[in-house]
């Protein structure tokens, strides 16, 4: 394996550096190193400096294989496992240990507030960082489910644009839900 | 099995209840959903909550309810492709209604249960299967009258819908689904139609030829293993139907044995034992063995048990008698150990509804979509 060194500037021109292995997990950065475009340093005009440091550590967590984090994904099952002809319990119990590690990781990984959230978002979004993307939307996405409108609203500085009249209608509508709750 | 191709290209909220005029248009919106975040993005992050939370996620704001029922939406939330497995389940009041609710355990969640769409007319003594997304309510009695009505609730969409009728009407029929199909036998009298498949992708059922002597029999429970279908009986004995050459076999008498709320994990075939004991039936032995590390301490109160399988863990919900009338719900992972003993460990537990005294769980099915 190759471990030649990428340079990365930020958009307020801090310079970091990822191994060419790691900087694959980007779908964006692997085109620009297989383009051969490859001039020193790539600009992420889009990212800062605080967030790129972010990024690149799941890039090195997740360089180079995405297998795992497809697993994941799935709730730690692989489907394609039963049609496997040579499929080893062994190798099985050693994935799974690999998979729950992988979990724990992200799960630490994960421990940040909305702003860092919104911002590695983004980032994933512009480097295409499938497995990154994926685990910031579901974050997001869990910040909403299970949470009433005002919550929600609240929690994401959202302004309810409905006028008065229409916000009325809206809580009768509510009321006609929290209804299929009673048991008559 | 897990098509997530859209096979309905309307707007399912078009049916949803509305007092507030709606830009329909599917054009990108103007006003940002979540702000600071690009509306594709935050299109993702919505088309993830599962369907059953989006009529009340139409009450955020205006642009969320208009987006919530654009195609982009729809379009974005068939793309996703994540497999996600969820609990529903269908409570009967004894003699007067039903209602459906899917269950979203989560700790950070200040509930877990949400309302789920009723079926428009719900017969007594309907037959369930689920193939990926949908839900199949198959027959029950309407108005006395055995029926042969299919309702289907693509668990995507939140919706039931009419689906094509069985050949013949049935109550408290077994069903099961084998290679992406589903099968259903008795609760008929004897017929040419006692047992039937649908095939989704032909959208119509067909008679399966089917011994005299396996209709005479009467059948209370189903279980599909090894690819095959297992019918339980209460005294006469079950029988095994392969699907693959269309033959009819008699099941281990042992099998027979325990039937109430049986689901198949890991191959191995779950049963409550009707004294607070969960047994598990494992085909290759051909015998019941206790799940152990799962025992309850006051099996008397308990009134009804189901299980099923979301996702590789085991789902029991039982409803129970205390001061109140309330079901309860245990997320069991299930493992064998090197012996072959059966193990069980409580993921978490707790009471997750309260129910009128004359309540049972009439459905507890596992939907993947």
Avoid at chain 1, 66 to 75: E, L, P, Q, T, Y
Avoid at chain 2, 291 to 306: E, H, M, N, T, Y
Avoid at chain 2, 324 to 338: A, G, P, R
Wanted: proline share 5%; charged share 25%; hydrophobic share 40%.
């Amino acid at each position: 394996m190759s471990s030649t060194k990428i340079f990365l500037k930020s958009s307020d021109d801090k310079t970091f550096e990822i191994d060419e292995t790691a900087a694959r997990a980007s779908e964006t950065l692997k085109n620009i190193i297989d383009g051969g475009c490859l001039d020193g340093v790539i600009p992420l005009p889009n990212v800062s400096s605080n967030i790129l440091p972010k990024v690149i550590e799941y890039c090195k967590k997740h360089g180079g294989d995405n297998g795992s984090s497809k697993k994941i994904a799935n709730g730690g099952v692989d489907k394609d496992k039963e049609i496997l002809p040579d499929y080893d319990e062994e190798e099985d119990k050693r994935e799974k240990v690999r998979v729950d590690e992988l979990k724990k990781w992200e799960e630490e990984y994960m421990d940040f507030d909305q702003q860092v959230l919104y911002d590695l978002m983004l980032a994933a979004n512009y480097l295409h960082i499938k497995g990154l993307l994926d685990l910031t939307v579901e974050k997001a996405a869990s910040m909403i489910r299970g949470r009433t409108p005002d919550q929600i609203r609240e929690n994401f500085n959202i302004n309810s644009d409905f006028t008065p009249e229409e916000e009325e209608e809206m809580i009768l509508i509510e009321d006609e839900w929290d209804d299929e709750w009673a048991f008559d | 099995m897990n098509d997530c191709s859209s096979s309905s290209s309307a707007s399912p909220f078009e049916s949803s209840p509305s007092a507030v005029a709606t830009d329909e248009s599917d054009s990108p919106h103007s006003s940002l959903l979540l702000p600071n975040l690009p509306d594709d993005i935050a299109l993702q992050c919505i088309a993830r909550v599962p369907p059953f939370y989006h009529n009340e996620l139409s009450l955020v704001s205006k642009s969320w309810l208009s987006m919530l029922r654009s195609t982009v939406f729809l379009s974005t939330c068939d793309r996703l492709n994540c497999s996600r497995h969820f609990l529903y389940f269908n409570v009967e009041i004894y003699g007067s209604s039903f209602k459906w609710f899917a269950l979203d355990h989560n700790p950070k969640n200040p509930r877990n249960l949400y309302p789920v769409p009723p079926i428009p007319s719900q017969p007594i003594g309907s037959t369930f299967a689920v193939l990926g997304p949908k839900i199949y309510a198959l027959g029950g009695l309407v108005n006395n009258t055995l029926s042969s009505a299919v309702w289907i609730f693509d668990s995507r969409f939140n919706r039931w819908e009419s689906g094509p009728k069985m050949h013949i009407g049935r109550k408290l029929a077994i069903a099961g689904v084998l290679n992406g199909k589903i099968y259903v036998m008795g609760g008929c009298g004897q017929s040419t139609n006692w047992a039937e498949v649908f095939d989704p992708v032909l959208g119509f059922w067909a008679p399966i030829p089917s011994p005299v002597e396996v209709t005479r029999r009467l059948f209370c429970a189903s279980a599909v293993m090894e690819e095959k279908f297992y019918a339980l009986a209460y005294y006469q004995g079950g029988v095994v139907f392969d699907p693959c050459d269309s033959s009819w076999r008699n099941a281990p008498t042992e099998l027979s044995l325990r039937w109430r709320g049986r689901v198949v994990v890991d191959g191995i075939l779950y049963c409550y034992d009707g004294f607070g004991k969960i047994k598990g039936f494992d085909l290759k032995e051909g015998k019941w063995k206790e799940l152990k590390g799962v025992q309850r301490d006051s099996p008397a109160f308990i009134v009804d048990v189901v299980m099923a399988n979301v996702g590789g863990r085991l789902f029991v919900l039982w409803v129970e008698n205390r001061n109140q009338t309330e079901i309860s719900c245990s997320e069991v992972e299930v493992s064998k150990d090197s012996n072959g003993g059966l193990w069980g460990s409580i993921v978490w537990s707790e009471v997750i509804l309260a129910v009128p005294v004359s309540s049972y769980i009439a459905a507890c099915l596992a939907v993947e979509f």
